[in-house]
């Protein structure tokens, strides 16, 4: 059975960092793209960032772009979400996903439960 485990949520102050990490048991995560999304209280889940299977292709939505970066350590079966000038805005559940290297969440097969972020202003 493969199950996606988030951690690394929290309270953060506006400006702040957080790093997310992603681990997977019941499947080799190398094969496969990596995705981040996240939602917010009333909201639509929204795309976040990618990561191809290689490491070599990395997908950004708008929002995160020069705050947010991704990462993947194959040999741990973890990726990362470093999330660096933190906005109350990005206050949501964030959520790691495994599947094809797409901005769209059908593009994925496997989620994890979802870690809370909150920003303070």
């Known amino acids: 059975q493969v199950q996606l485990v988030e951690s690394g949520g929290g309270l953060v102050q506006t400006g702040g960092s957080l790093r997310l990490s992603c681990t997977a048991s019941g499947r080799t995560l190398r094969s496969y793209a990596m995705g981040w999304f996240r939602q917010a209280p009333g909201k639509e889940r929204e795309f976040v960032l990618a990561i191809s299977a290689t490491g070599g292709s990395t997908a950004y939505a708008d929002s995160v772009k020069g705050r947010f970066t991704i990462s993947r350590d194959n040999a741990k079966n973890t990726v990362y979400l470093q999330m660096n000038s933190l906005k109350p805005e990005d206050t949501a559940v964030y959520y790691c996903?495994?599947?094809?290297?797409?901005?769209?969440?059908?593009?994925?097969?496997?989620w994890g439960q979802g870690t809370q972020v909150t920003v303070s202003s």
């Open positions: 996903a495994s599947g094809s290297y797409s901005r769209n969440w059908y593009g994925y097969t496997y």
